[in-house]
């Protein structure tokens, strides 16, 4: 099941990686069941940088994204599995690369875009936000399955104050709020045919005051005068 589109406040840029491979995941096209959480290990550098690497380097190792204080930029399929965390990891998840810099500033625009970009992923696939199962660090991967012997991005985030529960943290929170906004943004045609229904409800004995507060939420959520 996909989602509607939840309502975006980073752009995700598309600069997509000629010739990568397009394999499936392994439930099928788009059926990504999470995330991995990386962090670069190259400081200053850039999601052009990054993209420009991996363009000749691939065949090794690729990932979905980059993300950096100034940009979110996509740079293979979503709906494909990418090479960054081990066979197993690359079959279930997306991988998206957080840029480092020593700029503690720069690190928070880019980290609040990092999350962010992770709890949209979640929401698209309707997936909920579960710590080592559908959101996961490179280091996670590595202890469940030993395919890989990188531990970011832990030791990354702690140089600027942050914890693995604070990821957690803070994908839910962008995750609650797309919920809220997939409720405020019901059409006004869904919202006008369940006012008719609570008006049938009125006549079948509800109290008025709650039929006219239920109308008005449902006004409010479609963004309709309240009546």
Request: aromatic letters at 12%.
């Amino acid at each position: 099941m996909k989602r509607m589109r939840a309502i975006e406040k980073y752009k995700i840029n598309q600069n997509f990686i000629p010739n990568l491979p397009q394999i499936p995941f392994r439930k099928g096209v788009v059926q990504y069941e999470g995330v991995v959480m990386h962090a670069t290990a190259v400081y200053n550098d850039t999601p052009a940088g990054e993209r420009n690497y991996e363009t000749t380097h691939f065949e090794d190792a690729f990932v979905h994204t980059f993300t950096d204080d100034t940009q979110i930029l996509q740079v293979a399929d979503f709906n494909y599995i990418s090479w960054n965390a081990g066979h197993t990891a690359n079959e279930r998840y997306l991988g998206n690369e957080l840029c480092q810099t020593h700029d503690h500033k720069k690190f928070l625009a880019a980290y609040d875009r990092w999350v962010w970009l992770a709890a949209y992923q979640l929401y698209q696939r309707t997936l909920d936000v579960i710590d080592n199962e559908t959101l996961n660090s490179h280091l996670q991967c590595t202890e469940k399955w030993h395919e890989s012997t990188h531990t970011d991005p832990i030791d990354y985030l702690a140089e600027h104050g942050k914890r693995w529960a604070d990821v957690i943290q803070d994908v839910t929170k962008y995750y609650n709020q797309f919920l809220k906004e997939e409720v405020q943004t019901m059409t006004a045609e869904d919202a006008n045919k369940l006012i008719e229904i609570l008006k049938g409800l009125y006549n079948a004995g509800l109290a008025q005051d709650e039929v006219h507060r239920l109308a008005n939420a449902l006004r409010k959520a479609s963004g309709q005068p309240l009546g």
